[in-house]
């Protein structure tokens, strides 16, 4: 490994942090200081184990005291098909367990593992048995499954605690040394048993919250008799279900916890469903669990751990100091910088990586896909692509680089490169570093999204064979006289106003005289004359919403329409949209779904039913199209048009990369950065191999 770097220097960290370096005793065992990441989903479960026993292994090495896995299914008749988790079903699951609590441990952390049966969240597609919960009642998917779930009954109750059993004996052998018992999230059976909006049951099960809280005392106890010194148990609950008296709310939920004070080793303490749980930077501060969840301490002796997207050290020692938690549970956090125990321990504040609040990460276990992350490039890849989040491999030559553009890809690049020790010049048309997330930014919401250019630049500041220039925007002429070797072109994207998109591959009629505007126009200052807006969203992502939000801001009257059922329907998998669809509706956005554009005329636009084709004019002064992008490629074609002068310019390579090779999402661009960095100077691939590694499933015998 001679050729790996670290990177990073320690420095003195101000005495006030020490408290978070404290040790801290779960039950039997202790973690070695009080940074906790807290079981999250990942997109990798069964399918791809040994790229998740590195991702989390990366994370023990980052300084966590405590890596968990995200829920693991424990018995084949509840599993949550498409979705991709992790098993534990027989003894067969155990040795993909086994390699992740090993990566764990070699990091130096304690390894968790959050067993967890689904009951009515899961349909059971692949199972294909009949799901189970407290009552008859319609399995609780956001995809409205056909499939009901039948009312568990005594026997059932019985096979299930005999089943959590066996499943947490099969964990102690794989080797975990902490094992929960879930109860939050509505995501699983002990959650519905514990909310009176599912557990309707007249036995002993339902009814008073002594009744409800039953068979999770009765799990938690059969746990900790069966892993008796050797492993700690916490429960995860949801301390509010944000419904008022119709769910769990505080109150009750407090009472519950002090039945059970001190009959688990943790409490691991969460806010409602995951939505509510993992809200996004648009929609939430840091830390807006924290008035649910105070007051849980004075409950219990037990350690306390809780999540609030925290990041700020300040606030994470104002948590311990104020008696709130014990731990500081973090997910988010841990995957935009798996490091950050590390970096706050040395002392290296400059260095960290802060979460954006963008949910991309939570978009790779709804599109059952590795986990991404917008700061992060590296998450899912240390495996697959033998990328860490903080080692570079030296550079293999003195050639040096050219990266024309700032954005998220060039700095990434520039960055990385960097690190690996390569002179690199950074060309920048602008004044600032950052590109669009500079723009997006100071749309309403996406403030956080500045973290991105944030923590790139503080990097670069550091790296003395990285120079930027400024105002600077490069022609092929300007590339050509410099004789740099190697040139990345990051040079972003610009909206598109001809209304091509997703559902028009050909332009729209656009009348002379008709006012439209993208949303490239918007974030340079245009705003449209006129008092009637339509926001045509034809992305489906972020922009649309957010640009009909700004419309409303701003006082026009504004119409949003899209040819999708719902507002920014992608943002689903960020949990996003119900949130966005509120918003709009607050601020008086009138929200048309199933609707298409047709053509765009001075004063009006046609549009049409998405089913039906039946035309209406809408009176409107400005319409804004937001549908797609086109990149920025003009310097890149020009370049490749000139391919016969690279030779006398000393020039070896050109290439595209972000936006300006394909528009995506910002995690899109740091990742194209970063791979830029990582594969300059590699091996070349052999035909026909891959790019990554791939884990594939072993096969069975034929019959
Ligand atoms: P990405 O998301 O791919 O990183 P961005 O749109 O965020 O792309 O960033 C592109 C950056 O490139 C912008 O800051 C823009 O000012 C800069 N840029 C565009 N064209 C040129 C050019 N010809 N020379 C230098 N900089 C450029
Ligand atoms: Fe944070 Fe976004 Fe990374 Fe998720 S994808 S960890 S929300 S920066």
Redesign the pocket.
């Known amino acids: 490994m001679s050729d790996w770097m670290n990177w990073g220097t320690p420095q003195a960290r101000p005495s006030r942090y020490d408290v978070l370096f404290e040790p801290v005793k779960i039950g039997p065992v202790t973690a070695r200081n009080r940074f906790y990441q807290v079981p999250h989903c990942n997109g990798m479960g069964y399918r791809d184990p040994t790229a998740l026993a590195h991702m989390r292994g990366v994370k023990a090495e980052g300084g966590w005291a405590v890596v968990c896995t995200e829920q693991v299914e424990f018995h084949y008749s509840s599993e949550i098909t498409p979705f991709i988790e992790l098993r534990l079903w027989d003894d067969r699951d155990i040795p993909a367990l086994s390699r992740m609590v090993d990566k764990i441990h070699e990091g130096g952390a304690l390894a968790g593992i959050e067993l967890a049966y689904n009951g009515m969240n899961g349909p059971n597609l692949y199972s294909r048995e009949v799901p189970m919960g407290p009552a008859h009642l319609p399995v609780a998917t956001f995809t409205y499954d056909p499939v009901q779930a039948r009312r568990m009954d005594a026997t059932d109750i019985k096979n299930i605690r005999k089943w959590h059993l066996a499943a947490v004996n099969r964990a102690k052998r794989a080797g975990f040394d902490l094992i929960y018992v879930y109860a939050a999230h509505s995501l699983g059976f002990l959650h519905h048993f514990l909310s009176r909006r599912y557990n309707q049951r007249t036995d002993e099960y339902g009814g008073g919250i002594e009744n409800r809280i039953r068979l999770l005392r009765e799990i938690t106890e059969e746990t900790k008799a069966a892993v008796g010194d050797t492993c700690a148990v916490p429960i995860r609950i949801s301390v509010d279900e944000l419904m008022g008296e119709g769910g769990l709310y505080k109150e009750e939920v407090e009472d519950m916890i002090g039945l059970m004070a001190d009959l688990p080793d943790l409490w691991d303490v969460t806010l409602a469903g995951w939505e509510n749980d993992s809200r996004t930077s648009r929609f939430s501060e840091e830390g807006a669990q924290e008035p649910f969840i105070v007051g849980v301490k004075r409950l219990t002796s037990k350690p306390v751990v809780g999540v609030g997207r925290y990041t700020s050290v300040d606030r994470m020692v104002s948590l311990v100091n104020k008696g709130i938690l014990d731990m500081i549970g973090a997910a988010?956090p841990s995957?935009?910088d798996p490091f950050l125990p590390k970096k706050i321990e040395e002392g290296r504040f400059d260095d960290i990586r802060e979460?954006?609040?963008?949910?991309?990460?939570v978009s790779g276990d709804f599109t059952m896909s590795p986990i991404r992350?917008?700061?992060?490039p590296t998450m899912a890849e240390e495996w697959r692509k033998g990328w860490h989040p903080e080692k570079v491999r030296k550079a293999k030559s003195d050639k040096p680089v050219l990266i024309v553009g700032a954005g998220p890809a060039g700095l990434e690049a520039a960055q990385a490169l960097g690190k690996r020790g390569y002179d690199v010049m950074l060309a920048e048309a602008g004044t600032e570093l950052g590109g669009r997330v500079l723009l997006e930014a100071r749309l309403p919401g996406l403030s956080a999204w500045t973290r991105v250019a944030d923590y790139r630049k503080l990097q670069l500041n550091q790296l003395a064979n990285v120079e930027v220039y400024f105002d600077s925007r490069l022609t092929a002429d300007d590339v050509l006289g410099f004789g740099i070797p190697r040139i990345a072109i990051a040079t972003g994207s610009t909206w598109r106003k001809d209304g091509v998109g997703h559902l028009h591959t050909l332009p729209l009629p656009i009348a002379e005289g008709a006012q439209v505007l993208s949303p490239s126009d918007v974030m340079a200052g245009r705003l449209p004359t006129g008092k009637r807006v339509i926001v045509w969203d034809d992305d489906h992502y972020y922009m649309g919403g957010v640009m009909a939000e700004l419309m409303a801001e701003k006082g026009y009257e504004t119409i949003y329409a899209t040819p999708a059922s719902e507002a920014s329907t992608w943002t689903r998998n960020t949990m996003e949209q119900h949130f966005i669809q509120k918003r709009l509706l607050e601020k008086g956005v009138t929200v048309r779904s199933f609707t298409a554009l047709d053509a765009i005329a001075p004063g009006e636009a046609t549009v049409s039913c998405a089913f039906t084709g039946r035309q209406e004019r809408i009176e409107a002064d400005a319409v804004v199209l937001v549908t797609a992008r086109l990149p920025n490629e003009d310097l890149c074609l020009d370049l490749l048009a000139r391919r016969a002068e690279w030779a006398d310019a000393g020039i070896e390579s050109v290439s595209a990369i972000g936006d300006a090779l394909a528009p995506a999402t910002i995690?899109h661009a740091t990742y194209a950065g970063r791979r830029y960095a990582e594969e300059l100077d590699g091996e070349p691939l052999a035909e026909h191999a891959l790019p990554f590694k791939r884990e594939i499933t072993e096969l069975l015998p034929l019959d």
């Open positions: 988010r995957i935009a979460c954006i609040g963008c949910n991309i990460c992350c917008t700061q992060n995690a």
